[in-house]
């Protein structure tokens, strides 16, 4: 992608504050003023642009920073959440009415999966998960009552790589829509870019990297955005996932670095990473030639940003793998957490934490075996060092 560079764009963007402050002004407001009563009654209509009625609905502070991750993401518009999860419901419940179904892709979060298993089908609204990364086998799952193909550019935990381009053709050719979150490589990929119609992100992660809030976002058409906030029907203004405005400006203030802190992650995890799977460690990462969509990353990636701050280490059996992350967390590698995309490396278990939702014979079905650590590696000045530090805990077991 040469041409689309998700940081010039953020760049590019010029807000200046109430009282022309470098960042704009926080809105400390939960309801908005009228001069006239007329322009009430219009705002329940439609959208007004720079009108704010209550802020559920739309404030400033929640507006620049969907206008910054529109431009991240290279779409029309986006919305901010109070968490990736309450951005993902929403679109989902946006999407589909009862008697629709899903065809989501089976490596994704947890909650995302539980949400699909166990939530949606009280409103008949019902998933079949399949490989994404085999586009055969999504076709033969699609029906002429699918809405909407859903998958994570890189999956959690496995660090798959689907190929949007093909998905959003066969989401095009029947009809449905394709919802991609992106959570694990902002600026990496740009979904939208390859034909994905709605993104979602937690900003819980990468986006905000400081492992301070939950928040999510969603980006898509205009038409698409402008119907989550819609006072009658919309999920957004109805569910009430509204971000909080001071959260909100500090987030904008950290999308600012994200380029930055991207590249950091990326080239780190890869330096590590290289170092682990020389030294005959099992590892998954879509930046060594052995992942199976190493090649495909490669056609997909925007430039610069590397293959992302993630790896996944197999070690064999749980205890293995609960004394590496006691040692690492000892040695200060990191902390034993769930959660990613942290200025400090995070590492879990991903089959007895964060993926524990997915029944165990699925999980050992897809590879997500119990000895896997996951790595998310932050932004350490020296890999060396770090990958020094957890051979020794390696030696150490
Ligand atoms: C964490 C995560 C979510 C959920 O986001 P929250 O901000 O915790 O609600 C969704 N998708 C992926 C890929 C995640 O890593």
């Given at each position: 992608m040469k041409d689309f560079n998700p940081a010039d764009n953020i760049q590019d963007l010029q807000y200046f504050g109430e009282?022309?402050?470098v960042n704009p002004s926080i809105t400390d407001s939960s309801t908005y003023t009228f001069l006239q009563a007329g322009k009430m009654e219009e705002i329940f209509e439609h959208e007004i642009e720079g009108c704010y009625l209550y802020s559920r609905h739309w404030n400033p502070s929640n507006k620049y920073l969907s206008q910054a991750l529109a431009k991240m993401e290279g779409t029309e518009s986006a919305s901010v959440t109070g968490s990736g999860m309450g951005a993902i419901s929403n679109a989902i419940l946006q999407l589909c009415s009862s008697g629709d179904e899903i065809v989501s892709s089976?490596?994704?979060?947890g909650g995302t999966y539980a949400f699909f298993k166990n939530f949606l089908p009280k409103f008949n609204i019902t998933t079949k998960f399949v490989d994404t990364t085999n586009i055969e086998k999504v076709k033969q799952a699609i029906?002429?009552?699918?809405?909407v193909i859903y998958c994570e550019t890189?999956?959690?935990?496995?660090l798959e790589i689907s190929n949007i381009s093909a998905l959003s053709n066969l989401a095009k050719e029947h009809n449905c829509k394709l919802v991609v979150d992106n959570t694990f490589s902002p600026m990496i990929f740009a979904p939208a870019k390859m034909g994905a119609d709605v993104v979602v992100h937690s900003?819980?992660?990468?986006?905000?990297?400081?492992?301070d809030c939950v928040a999510g976002a969603i980006c898509g058409s205009k038409e698409f955005i402008d119907s989550l906030s819609d006072?009658?029907?919309?999920a957004s203004m109805l569910l009430g996932p509204v971000l909080d405005s001071f959260r909100s400006a500090s987030i904008l203030k950290n999308l600012r670095t994200l380029h930055i802190r991207m590249k950091q992650h990326s080239s780190n995890a890869m330096y590590i990473s290289s170092k682990l799977s020389s030294d005959g460690h099992k590892i998954i990462y879509p930046?060594?030639?052995?992942?199976?969509q190493n090649e495909l990353m490669k056609t997909m990636m925007n430039d610069?940003?590397?293959?992302?701050?993630l790896f996944v280490m197999d070690m064999g059996t749980k205890e293995k793998a609960n004394q590496l992350m006691e040692a690492m967390q000892n040695a200060n590698v990191?902390?034993?957490?769930?959660?990613?995309?942290?200025?400090k490396t995070l590492f879990s278990a991903?089959?007895?934490?964060?993926?524990?939702?997915?029944?165990e014979e699925e999980r050992m079905e897809m590879g997500l075996t119990e000895g896997l650590v996951r790595l998310s590696i932050?932004?350490?000045?020296?890999p060396e060092r770090t990958y020094q530090e957890i051979v020794k805990c390696l030696n150490s077991l």
């Open positions: 009282f022309g402050g089976r490596t994704i979060y029906t002429s009552n699918t809405k890189m999956s959690n935990p496995m900003m819980t992660k990468f986006i905000n990297g400081m492992s006072v009658n029907n919309g930046g060594l030639a052995h992942h199976p610069e940003y590397g293959f992302g701050g990191g902390y034993l957490a769930v959660s990613l995309g942290s200025y991903p089959g007895g934490s964060t993926s524990s939702e997915i029944p932050g932004l350490d000045n020296n």
